[in-house]
């Protein structure tokens, strides 16, 4: 019926109605396991949509696409393909698409070993996810996190989050995420195989008896420690360069500097507002500030915003 479709669709020169046909015969090839000619199906749709203007079909297939990638082995591709996507549903404002996005873009880092980035992806994630009650992203988030605790090394909190996670799809029958399941499960074996029997029924069970809340919050708690890292260097003091803050705080730090509400903020970056908060917080802290005035003097000194004329 889609090749019907294309076949109409070009017959009548209908060039949005081609697209669109291209990017569901892509979703039928991959579904059928033809990869390769999903990928090229993919392509010529978004080579249209781009050639249209159309950025909300775009951003469907930039987060679409990566998975093919993804499954023929390319995660870097795959990574860079997941970003553009989520940039664009940014634009267009569409949290729930860029939380998704986000939990993808998590499981690409950590299978990179980019664990620092992968924590920043999942917890906006959760966060947003979290807000916008997308509960089946949650428990995704949630079994990405407790993975991540594992190849940081911490067992105890990986055993919890996999259990607060477990607790959601057995208890209110939330599917698990079939795109990561195998990395998933293996990774988790790995922690169990690590620790003993009783040691991992124990936080395992702490996780599976938390409520919905507890384990998001849990899950987004700061971890100042990683156990397999070298020691963290020295907070940073008044005045460092903007080095100091990561590349989200530094975002947020010069939109303060502009006057800024969280809320405001929340709404310019497509965050959640209790993210927001807590960036504010991390900022004021490595900095050691007192207040957003100064925050907005620091990022004025760093030239994250250009000083306002007198």
Known sequence: MFEESLALSRQKRDTSWVATSLSNLALVANSLGDSGKATELYEQSMYLFREQGDKRDLA?????????????????????????????QRELGSRGDVAFGLNNLGWMALLLDHLSKATDLYRESLSLSWETGLNPLVQSTLEGLACLAGAKGDAERAAR???????????KGIP???????????????????????????????????????????????????????????????????????????????????GMSNRQIAQ?????????????????RKLELASRTEIASWATQQRLIAPRPN
């Open 60 to 88: 469907e297939c930039l987060i679409n696409l990566p998975m093919v990638v993804y499954s023929q082995g390319d995660l870097e591709q795959a990574a860079q393909l997941t970003e553009e996507g989520v940039g664009l």
């Open 161 to 171: 989050l996999w259990g607060a996670a477990q607790a959601l799809h057995e208890t």
């Open 176 to 258: 698990r995420d079939d795109d990561f399941l195998a990395e998933a499960d293996a990774r988790i074996s790995d922690v169990r195989s690590g620790m003993g029997v009783g040691t991992w029924e124990e936080a395992y069970r702490k996780g599976r008896v938390m409520t919905l809340d507890e384990a998001v919050s849990y899950a987004l708690e700061e971890k100042e420690i990683d156990p397999l890292s070298t020691p963290a260097p020295e907070e940073p003091t008044a005045g460092q360069a903007p080095g100091a803050l990561s590349r989200r705080e530094e975002e947020v730090a010069a939109n303060v500097a502009q």
């Open 268 to 284: 310019q970056l497509y965050l959640s507002e209790r993210t927001i908060e807590n960036h504010v917080s991390k900022i004021l």
